[in-house]
């Protein structure tokens, strides 16, 4: 079972950037995907994006329209989601999540969840 804490998110303007860190620990699969979702009040949980632990390939979702950026560091076994030019549209719970499948974007191909972190965009 893999463990996941997620950090980094808080209150920021329109317009503005956060990065989220999500750290894994426990046991790992020797290649896996780690996603990011978001979960706004009201709505189902959204698929962002996901990298390839080995490779560091990404893929995301159409919305992000290369605002976000997913990368890793392998040696901290950190992922990170990169949230630029934010909009209150994007307020939602983000979360980390870890699959054995790769391209994987629907919240049931992932079996470890962190807990999330709140992110709140001001208009």
């Known amino acids: 079972q893999v463990q996941l804490v997620e950090s980094g998110g808080g209150l920021v303007q329109a317009g503005g950037s956060l990065r989220l860190s999500c750290a894994a620990s426990?046991?790992?699969?020797?290649?896996?995907?780690m996603g990011w979702f978001r979960q706004a009040p009201g709505k189902e949980r959204e698929f962002v994006g996901t990298i390839r632990w080995l490779s560091g390939n990404t893929y995301y979702a159409n919305f992000v329209k290369g605002r976000f950026t997913i990368s890793r560091d392998i040696a901290k076994n950190t992922v990170y989601l990169q949230m630029n030019g934010l909009t209150p549209e994007d307020t939602a719970v983000y979360y980390c999540?870890?699959?054995?499948?790769?391209?994987?974007?629907?919240?049931?191909?992932?079996?470890?969840w962190g807990q999330g972190t709140q992110v709140t965009v001001s208009s």
């Open positions: 426990g046991r790992t699969f020797s290649d896996y995907a």
């Open positions: 999540a870890a699959a054995s499948d790769w391209i994987a974007t629907t919240a049931t191909q992932y079996k470890s």
